[in-house]
């Protein structure tokens, strides 16, 4: 990682870079990574950190329950008083010791335009949570009325036009989660979710990150799978009716049909925005067709990072974009 270093005792020093963002995930990685390899106690110096976004958060969240679930005690200092405000607001210090740090008071206190980092382990509060985040971001967005009248006609409102897509987007991420992530030996796997509504860019960014087995574990022997790497697992577990299910056969309702994960990429580039999906040594960035990440670095899971522009969101009509039963691509689907 590069940052880590040990002090004169023994209790190693993690340095946190500047951006922990899905634009540098391979930075964000390696830093959850070199935090998750330690043994013991943690101290975690946050003086360079500047801005985390939710796929910061979520690897940061799952990182940090890692090591208390191991009875390893997080200590973080020098994390200045705006980035510490938020994420104090965010609730990733849950658990962790923060030293030296004063809350700048109100000016990060933009209750209604966060949603908190939430984890998720069972199936009951994963029904819920994808329709209360999706209003929660929301009704961060000025002008929009939560009780508004729907429309005679189409029985919607703006809310519901918005909120549709980013509950799609987030309850196919979150069953994903808590059903394939859980397979090939991780049955204790879970997920955390984060959002926020951006006013400045006017962008939603969300991120859905699970600890288990990755696209790897469960399309292994998926016949589509060319090479058994993470890189190809991503791209096949992307294209339309691949699942690890598929073996059951067809079936008439939207389980296990492998449509979810290209919806959700569909949605992103309908939204014209951007996604992000990391998986063990890889990630994919469709519009930058992605990589590996650094050497060595490695998340031990799936985490799905999204921008969605909240102009084109309310003209997203998810029926359109779903795959159709012809939608069979033989080769990778590119989404430059
Ligand atoms: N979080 C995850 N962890 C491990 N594997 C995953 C994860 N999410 C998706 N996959 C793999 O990618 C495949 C495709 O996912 P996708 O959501 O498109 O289809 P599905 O979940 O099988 O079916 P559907 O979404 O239509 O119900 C899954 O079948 C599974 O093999
Ligand atoms: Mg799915």
């Known amino acids: ?157 703006e809310a519901t036009r918005l909120g549709s897509p980013i509950k799609y987007v987030l309850s196919e991420l979150l069953e994903n989660a808590l059903t394939h992530a859980r397979r090939a030996g991780y049955k204790g796997a879970r997920v955390w979710i984060a959002g926020q509504y951006y006013q400045r860019n006017d962008l939603f960014r969300l991120a859905v990150t699970d600890n288990g087995c990755g696209f790897l574990g469960t399309l292994r022997d998926h016949p589509d799978l060319r090479r058994k790497t993470h890189r ?16 059951l056969g067809i079936r008439t309702d939207t389980v296990n049909e492998g449509v979810g994960l290209t919806t959700v990429l569909r949605i992103a580039r309908a939204a014209d925005g951007r996604a992000l999906i990391a998986s063990g040594d890889a990630y994919h960035n469709p519009a930058t067709a992605g990589g590996s990440l650094p050497v060595g ?14 102009i084109k969101l309310e003209t997203i009509r998810i029926g359109r974009l779903l795959p159709t039963l012809e939608d069979m691509p033989r080769v990778p689907i590119r989404f430059e």
């Open 297 to 310: 670095t490695f998340w031990q899971g799936v985490s799905v990072a999204l921008e969605l522009r909240r």
């Open 232 to 247: 190809e697992a991503i791209l096949t577990a992307m294209k339309p009716r691949v699942s690890c299910n598929r073996d």
């Open 1 to 157: 990682m590069g940052d880590g270093s040990t002090t004169g005792g023994s209790v190693s020093v993690i340095q946190l870079p500047r951006f922990l963002t899905a634009r540098s995930c391979g930075e964000t990685i390696a830093v959850c990574q070199a935090i998750q390899d330690e043994e013991s106690d943690v101290v975690i110096d946050a003086a360079r950190l500047r801005f985390v976004d939710p796929f910061g958060l979520t690897l940061l969240g799952a990182t940090f329950q890692e090591l208390q679930g191991w009875g390893q005690r997080v200590v973080v200092h020098r994390v200045s008083a705006d980035v510490g405000s938020y994420l104090q607001r965010m609730d990733l210090f849950r658990g962790v010791d923060l030293q030296g740090f004063t809350p700048a008071g109100q000016r990060w206190d933009r209750r209604d335009s966060l949603v908190e980092l939430t984890c998720i382990d069972d199936h009951t509060a994963a029904s819920d949570a994808a329709g209360r985040l999706a209003n929660a971001l929301i009704g961060a967005v000025p002008g929009i009325d939560l009780n508004e009248e729907p429309d005679d006609m189409s029985g919607q409102t």
